[in-house]
Antibody, heavy 127, light 107 residues
Framework: QVQLQESGPGLVKPSQTLSLTCTVS??????????WSWIRQHPGKGLEWIGY???????YYNPSLKSRVTISVDTSKNQFSLKLSSVTAADTAVYYC???????????????????WGQGTLVTVSS | DIQMTQSPSSVSASVGDRVTITCRAS??????LAWYQQKPGKAPKLLIY???SLQSGVPSRFSGSGSGTDFTLTISSLQPEDFATYYC?????????FGQGTKVEIK
């Protein structure tokens, strides 16, 4: 059974960088076939996709956050990480890591859904 | 960005009722649509992917249909554990986007 677990500071000061790590167990990131994603949910609100990464390092980011986001992978530790720079109160949210299914056909690839999620971690941006 | 609009925003229903939630995309997304269930304080749980494929382990009372811009999630006979918020998500193009959610409440 695949499990994902987020870790990192729950409180970040404005203008600083938010850093989170997702540790994957029950499966290897480097086995391929999945994109590893970060998704956030503002308090009482809907879901926002931040971006995802393949084990090879290939990344896709949400353009609304792209200038501030970096997602990286460490296959030796079976972890992937999120860095979000220059945070403001608007970045206060529950941050989830998730596994995205990869489907390729006819030269096109899609990540049709996220089948395993971490429990989520609340990050508050406040001085 | 593709906007995903769910209706209704909330629905009150009783155990045993048939519940239908609609999701409309602002442009065609073929069948690249997923449905999730989220309970308070918990992560979303995948129910349906590719518009109509039931995720392993999900009860058969959940079903999805649609293609292009209009999609539905149907719960054929609502059970107590189904009271939750449901989200649709398009996977056709970047950025991936979610609907605003539909809360299924006890009547």
């Amino acid at each position: 059974q695949v499990q994902l677990q987020e870790s990192g500071p729950g409180l970040v000061k404005p203008s600083q960088t938010l850093s989170l790590t997702c540790t994957v167990s029950g499966g290897s990131i480097s086995s391929g076939g999945y994109y590893w994603s970060w998704i956030r949910q503002h308090p009482g609100k809907g879901l926002e996709w931040i971006g995802y990464i393949y084990y090879s390092g290939s990344t896709y980011y949400n353009p609304s956050l792209k200038s501030r986001v970096t997602i990286s992978v460490d296959t030796s530790k079976n972890q992937f990480s999120l860095k979000l720079s220059s945070v403001t109160a608007a970045d206060t949210a529950v941050y989830y890591c998730a596994r995205g299914l990869l489907y390729c056909s006819g030269g096109s690839c899609y990540v049709p859904a996220f089948d395993y999620w971490g429990q989520g971690t609340l990050v508050t941006v406040s001085s | 960005d593709i906007q995903m609009t769910q209706s209704p925003s909330s629905v009150s229903a009783s155990v045993g009722d048939r519940v239908t939630i609609t999701c409309r995309a602002s442009q065609g997304i073929s069948s690249w649509l997923a449905w999730y269930q989220q309970k308070p304080g918990k992560a979303p749980k995948l129910l349906i992917y590719a518009a109509s494929s039931l995720q392993s382990g999900v009860p058969s009372r959940f079903s999805g249909s649609g293609s292009g811009t209009d999609f539905t999630l149907t719960i054929s006979s609502l059970q107590p554990e189904d009271f939750a918020t449901y989200y649709c998500q398009q996977a056709n193009s970047f950025p991936l986007t979610f609907g605003q959610g539909t809360k299924v409440e006890i009547k």
